[in-house]
C-alpha cells in the first residue's frame, strides 16, 4: 500500500511570511509524528498526535508553530513569522497505534527560508 | 532525560568488509532502541528494534545489533558490507512511557570498491 506522503517536496520562502506543510499518513494509522531535521544532525520530535488530538507537543520550539490532525488522518503543519534558522527538513512519521510501534517516515519536506 | 550518542560521524569501509557502529543512550530503565537508515532522497528506513528478551538481534538487510546492558550500547553489526549500504544511520530511543523518538546524531557510512 501507498507510504507516508508529505508535500510539497521543496518549499522556499522568504524570512517573516507563513508556510504550511502536509502530511498523508498511512491509512489505519492512529498515531502521526513530526520532527525536523537539521543539517548533519538527527531529527529531533516536534509533535505527536494520536488520533485528532496532539498528545505531546513538548518539541514544538516556539509558538511560531502550530500542527492540526481535524479529521485524524491528514495534518498540517504551520510555521508563521519564518525566521532562516526554521529551515530544515520536516519529517513526518505515522504508526499503528502509537508506543512503541514502528514509526513509517515520508520522504520530508525541505524548507529554505531566505 | 534519555539522550543518544553515536560518536562516529563518519565512518569508511570497504566493500565485503565487517561493519560496526556505535551507539551509546542514557536512561534510566531499559529503553526501546532502534536503528534507521537514511538514504539519499529517501526516507528513514527501520533496520531492526529491540524491546525485551533476546539482546542480539536480526533486522533487514543482513544487519543485526546487539543489546549490552552493562555497557548502555545498541550497536549495529554487519559482517560484510555491499556499496549499497553507504547511507546515513541513526541510533534511537523511545523510553518505556513516552511515543516519541530520540536520535542519536547520525553515522555517515562510505563503502569503497
Known amino acids: 500500500g501507498a507510504g507516508v506522503s508529505q508535500t510539497p517536496s521543496n518549499k522556499v520562502t522568504e524570512k517573516g511570511k507563513y508556510v504550511e506543510l502536509r502530511c498523508d499518513p498511512i491509512s489505519g494509522h492512529t498515531a502521526l509524528y513530526w520532527y525536523r531535521q537539521s543539517l548533519g544532525q538527527g531529527p529531533e520530535f516536534l509533535i505527536y498526535?494520536?488520533?485528532?488530538?496532539?498528545?505531546?507537543d513538548s518539541g514544538l520550539p516556539n509558538d511560531r508553530f502550530f500542527a492540526v490532525r481535524p479529521e485524524g488522518s491528514v495534518s498540517t503543519l504551520k510555521i508563521q513569522r519564518t525566521e532562516r534558522g526554521d529551515s530544515a527538513v520536516y519529517l513526518c512519521?505515522?504508526?499503528?497505534?502509537?508506543?512503541?510501534?514502528?514509526?513509517?517516515f515520508g520522504p520530508g519536506t525541505r524548507l529554505t527560508v531566505l | 532525560a534519555q539522550s543518544v550518542t553515536q560518536p562516529d560521524i563518519h565512518i569508511t569501509v570497504s566493500e565485503g568488509a565487517s561493519l560496526e557502529l556505535r551507539c551509546n543512550y542514557s536512561y534510566g530503565a531499559t529503553p526501546y532502541l532502534f536503528w534507521y537508515v537514511q538514504s539519499p532522497g529517501q526516507g528513514l528506513q527501520l533496520l531492526l528494534k529491540?524491546?525485551?528478551?533476546?539482546?542480539l538481534v536480526q533486522g533487514i538487510k543482513g544487519f543485526e545489533a546487539e543489546f549490552k546492558r552493562s555497557q548502555s550500547s545498541f550497536n549495529l553489526r554487519k559482517p560484510s558490507v555491499h556499496w549499497s549500504d553507504a547511507a546515513e544511520y541513526f541510533c534511537?530511543?523511545?523510553?518505556?512511557?513516552?511515543?516519541?523518538?530520540?536520535f542519536g546524531t547520525g553515522t555517515r557510512l562510505q563503502v569503497t570498491l
Open positions: 512519521a505515522s504508526s499503528l497505534h502509537g508506543g512503541y510501534n514502528e514509526q513509517f
Open positions: 498526535f494520536q488520533g485528532t488530538g496532539a498528545a505531546d
Open positions: 529491540y524491546f525485551s528478551g533476546d539482546t
Open positions: 534511537a530511543v523511545v523510553p518505556g512511557t513516552a511515543s516519541k523518538l530520540t
